[in-house]
């Protein structure tokens, strides 16, 4: 009863997302729609069938954006993606069997292999990039709408090192700004999540000795205040005050967001933007297979971003190579192929505010498909 | 609290056999058992036997799906040291500041709730007017349907900063008080959010089992105080409270089972640490609840952290398991059917109001206008 409750306000949130986005732009998904590049090889109007699949919200937007634009074509197929579940749980229900993909804001973790062998059979899951974001740093502070941050200063506001908005290290970076001598309220993910993971992964590889929790899919600070959802997070530190928090890109909304500087040194203070993500994706990412044939787990190294978004979010569908059914198989690889085109990548770009996936990746998740049978 | 002894046989369906008839023919009347009488019975007791096995099954399952994380060792286990499980030596350590957590907030709430509750239930009961009563309880009834979810919102963008003035006035002045103490929130997540709007949950309950207790108060026992020369409020002391004392609290202890399994509300709410904590007032360390822990983190767990979760529930379910127990001990105790001491010596606080003992009163005193002249 209660988790259906969560399910009613995803629900809600999902709807509203989905009408403010088709407000901001007028053009629906449809128009860019996958007629010709999606999947040569599969002609998307003879499809039927359901497609049933969940986990990840940070996704979910996306997927929502990708469902309307993959069915106005393949009109004869349903496609159900249950947001609720969370990457954990749509892990848990796609190894259990009855998912035919997950998505999920971390790649399968060794014990999550095993299993994935023993649903799918010899060929094992295969992790496949799907959906490149970022996540932002929002504040509320009242008089001051641009705030410089580096991830040595964000590491220390988040351990609790630095506690006051006029410490030396924030003012050095903000010249000519007054900060108030208040106290820092830090807001975080109450639930685990995949933006705490991206986020603590940021931390752990540019501030290793500040930052010395593990990457967790739960927050590993006590003491700070714990909101439920990114959409929690940026409430709270909207009508907080002196508050500053961390949210996956897409819940931000109007929120301010701080400026995050780019590498361990200089002056370039770059805020999230589409561009910038797939650019940190193109410097920081290499793929690190999980030892499965065709598998695509990223490995991030965010020292490596010089020039993009500090501090990218990336989130995979995970599916088998081999199906029970093959012409589920089919329906599954033509749906995720559409997802990792360049038209799915741009639908998504479009109406839930995603970076576009570089084309090399593209191409690599196109040839990984070719395994799923 | 009925007043139909078990072995009086009424049978509505013969006219010849209300209450009243003679006795020979109502005897006769339950031997005979028609096939509609059989198939009632039989449904009633197929409903009776079901709420035992559902409730046997809830327990079988949460016992069964706790088991692999009670007896798994939390300190090497690598399903357990990542995520929400993280840093917990084992399942005990893990679930025993949820429960401290889930207590004490349900005790605030409560200590919040359940005396507006009762002053609500008194003003229906014994001081509004016919009309007003209707309406106000038919309004607090309605409350009670309000979905958890709405009152969570209604709580993060009302009751939050509503509160925040309140919550920097007590941890400024009050701030030696334990409960009061530490880094006052500047969020408005406090236990003392959570609990307000817990208590705002709890109080239709309350209100409508002591309403309904309150009402039952034998006329006789509030008009001879009253003829005492007892005030309103006397009366109410001397004749409702002790009538309805197990009345009120076993519906504070329904209104304590309504708070600690509530979720959405505090998960929303209350900004949670699984530590034990006295403080009301804090981002940072406000003790978290069951149920609020599992819907957070319900989502993202694995395998062994969702039976971990599971086992947390468990224990929810023998607390208010317990909860409820208790309750029915103190109603069956001290209920106004009971033959305790506690409850003879209450009544005879007041004049006896049976008819046939105040006659009797009144005889033994003599005739009523001997008294009036010797008395004056």
């Not at chain 1, 804001?105 to 010899?122: F, I, K, M």
């Not at chain 2, 079988?60 to 040291?81: E, M």
């Not at chain 2, 893990?94 to 409560?110: E, N, Q, R």
Request: hydrophobic share 45%; proline share 5%; glycine share 10%.
């Amino acid at each position: 009863m209660k988790l259906k409750n969560v399910a009613a306000v995803s629900a809600i949130a999902l709807v509203t997302a989905i009408a403010l986005s088709s407000c901001s732009s007028p053009s629906s998904p449809a128009t860019t729609a996958p007629t010709k590049s999606a999947a040569p090889t599969v002609d998307l109007s003879t499809l039927s069938g359901t497609i049933t699949s969940g986990g990840s919200s940070a996704q979910a937007n996306a997927e929502a954006a990708w469902t309307a634009a993959f069915t106005s074509v393949a009109t004869g197929v349903t496609i159900n993606y249950d947001k609720s579940q969370g990457s954990g749980g749509g892990v848990t229900n796609w190894t259990g069997g009855s998912y035919d993909f997950a998505g999920t804001d971390s790649a399968l973790n060794p014990a999550q292999v095993t299993a994935a062998a023993t649903t799918c059979g010899a060929g094992g899951g295969l992790d496949l990039p799907v959906y490149l974001s970022g996540v932002a740093i929002i504040f509320n502070l009242p008089g001051v709408s641009k705030l410089n941050l580096d991830s040595k200063t964000i590491a220390s506001i988040f351990n609790k090192t630095i506690t006051k908005w006029n410490d030396p290290a924030i003012a050095a970076l903000n010249k000519g700004v007054t900060l108030p001598a208040d106290s820092i309220t830090p807001v975080v993910r109450a639930d685990g999540s995949g933006t705490t993971a991206n986020f603590t992964t940021y931390l752990s590889e540019t501030q290793p000795s500040i930052w010395t929790y593990p990457v967790s899919t739960a927050w590993p600070v006590t003491g700070e205040s714990g909101q439920q959802g990114g959409s929690g997070v940026v409430s709270t530190v909207a009508a907080g005050k002196d508050t500053i928090g961390y949210a996956d890109q897409s819940s931000v909304g109007t929120a301010t967001q701080a400026s995050i500087q780019q590498g361990t040194s200089g002056s370039t203070f770059v805020k999230y933007s589409a561009s910038g993500a797939t650019k940190a994706f193109q410097q920081g990412a290499t793929t690190a297979s999980n030892g499965t044939s065709g598998d695509l787990t990223q490995k991030f190294d965010v020292t490596k971003i010089t020039s993009g978004y500090p501090i990218p979010l990336l989130s995979y569908a995970v599916v088998c190579t081999t199906f029970k059914d093959a012409t589920q198989a089919k329906l599954t690889a033509a749906y995720l192929g559409f997802i990792d085109s360049a038209n799915g990548q741009a639908v998504a770009a479009k109406n839930a505010g995603a970076a576009p996936l570089p084309a090399a990746i593209l191409a690599d998740v196109a040839t990984s498909l070719k395994l799923v049978k | 609290m009925s007043a139909t002894p078990a072995d009086t046989p009424v049978q509505i369906s013969n006219t010849a056999n209300r209450p009243g008839a003679p006795k020979g023919s109502a005897r006769t009347a339950r031997t005979r058992s028609r096939p509609g009488d059989l198939v009632f019975k039989g449904l009633s007791t197929g409903a009776a036997s079901l709420i035992m096995a559902i409730l046997a099954g809830v327990a079988l399952f949460l016992i069964i799906k706790a088991l692999p994380a009670i007896t798994a060792n939390w300190t090497t286990n690598p399903q357990l040291t990542t995520g929400v499980t993280q840093g917990h030596s084992s399942f005990w350590s893990y679930v025993a500041p949820l429960i401290w957590g889930t207590v004490f907030v349900s005790a605030i709430g409560l200590l919040i709730g359940a005396p507006i509750a009762i002053g609500i239930a008194l003003f229906i009961s014994h001081y509004a007017p016919r009309r007003v009563a209707g309406v106000l309880s038919y309004i607090v009834d309605l409350l009670a349907a309000v979905p958890s979810i709405v009152f969570g919102l209604w709580g993060i963008f009302v009751i939050r900063p509503f509160l925040l003035p309140l919550t920097g006035w007590l941890n400024h002045h009050l701030g030696w008080i334990p409960f009061f103490s530490g880094q006052a929130s500047a969020t408005g997540s406090t236990v003392l959010a959570g609990a307000v709007v817990l208590a705002v949950m709890v109080i239709p309950i309350i209100t409508a089992i002591s309403r309904e207790i309150f009402l039952q108060t034998p006329r006789l026992h509030e008009e001879a105080a009253l003829a005492m020369g007892a005030t309103k409020w006397e009366m109410i002391r001397l004749a409702v409270f002790p009538y309805a004392r197990s009345g009120m609290v076993s519906a504070i202890l329904l209104g304590l089972g309504r708070a600690l399994g509530e979720t959405m509300a505090i998960a929303l709410i209350v900004s949670p640490s699984l530590i034990f904590s006295l403080k009301i007032l804090t981002d940072g360390q406000n003790s978290q609840t069951v149920a609020a822990n599992a819907a957070l983190n319900f989502p993202d767990a694995n395998d062994l952290q969702r039976d971990a979760l599971i086992g947390t529930g468990l224990v929810l379910f023998i607390i208010t398991f317990a909860v409820n127990l208790i309750a029915r001990l103190i109603v069956a105790r001290t209920g106004p059917g009971a033959k305790g001491a506690k409850a003879k010596r209450r009544i005879q606080q007041l004049p006896p109001s049976d008819p046939s003992s105040v006659l009797l009163a009144d005889a033994e005193a003599g005739p009523l206008h001997l008294r009036t002249s010797e008395g004056s």
